[in-house]
């Protein structure tokens, strides 16, 4: 019984593993709000706290506004995604 649930271990992967993959690409970022932020994941620190660059601000789904670089508190995130487009197709 010792091998059990052992199957696949090597190739497990943490959520830290997966926000270091995800560094330097597009990024969708809900926070608790229920406002999205879509950008390049610039870098994220152990509290979540997130630097996004090229970001736009979406608010029921329509674009509002769009930073350059931005910053959001790690308290207010709801979830970190993986974009499914580019930023050039919302265009």
Known sequence: MSGTGEKGSATTKTPADFLKSIRGRPVVVKLNSG????????????YMNIAMEQTEEYVNGQLKNKYGDAFIRGNNVLYISTSKRTLAEGA
Do not use: M, S
């Open 35 to 46: 406002v999205d932020y879509r950008g390049i994941l610039a870098c994220l620190d152990g």
